[in-house]
């Protein structure tokens, strides 16, 4: 049975893909903002933002919300963490990829978790100790245990252009060294995050992620079977307006997530956030 307060997150997540899809066919008149180099935001994002805090507010206003375009306001202990779009610059440009992502977070950890993936009608949902689901199905990560014949998706910080070149190099090592059959650049944290929890692919890594991004995403994996660590192999950090690590956060069942921050750190991108 659905936990009362992923109902009133679904419904949120899907007030907010509404938006989107009804705003899909006027893409050329978006009011579009650059709000740091190459970190975009849209009137689309705020209104889909507003629209799920509404529905957050209404049935829970007690409740804290760090939203990516409204920042942190209210509780802290107790606070909704809201992405209204992740992947603006896929949504800006027509490519069909991106999402909503909320979760429920309690003193820096996520409880609650629901990605919503307006174009394919996917729904990802997860509460802390009760496993993930896609659409109602449970699911879990992938059984890949080695990085030979591994799909590894990733991202590239828009602001942390100094460090592409390790992160090329590391991504180069993957494929040759490591034989991972493929690298998946996709452009939204959160269905990285979600289709590692459902095996779609078999782990993640990126650098700076803010606490919207993966807040849901992380709580999928664990639930779904998997882990999300920091770039030492510890615990990524609490959930709240700092972020969640600074450096770099790795994602993958148990046994792939240890060979694979192994790899990344060998590779020497790990490394580059420490100068």
Known sequence: MQKPAVTIMVKAARAAGNILLRNINRLESINVVEKARLDYASDVDRDAEDAAIRELRRAMPEVGVLGEESGQKGNTRLTWVIDPLDGTSNYIRGLPHY????????????????????????????????????????????ER???????????????????????????????????????????????????????????????????????AGMLLVREAGGRVIAADGGQTGPVDSRGIDPRLVIAGNLKLSDVLQKAVVSSGYAASFRR
Request: hydrophobic residues 40%; negative net charge; glycine residues 12%.
């Open 99 to 142: 999402c909503v992502s909320i979760a429920l977070v309690e003193h820096g950890e996520p409880t609650h978790g629901v990605i919503y993936d307006p174009i394919r009608n996917e729904l990802f949902t997860a509460s802390k100790g009760s496993g993930a689901l896609l659409n109602g199905s449970r699911i879990r990560v992938s």
């Open 145 to 215: 245990r080695e990085l030979d014949g591994a799909v590894i998706a990733t991202g590239f910080a828009p602001r942390e252009r100094e460090r592409i070149g390790p992160q090329l190099r590391c991504t180069e090592l993957l494929l040759t060294e490591h034989g991972a059959e493929d690298i998946r650049r996709a452009g939204s944290a959160a269905l990285d995050l979600a289709y590692v929890a459902c095996g779609r692919v078999d782990g993640y890594f990126e650098a700076g992620v803010k606490p919207w991004d993966i807040a």
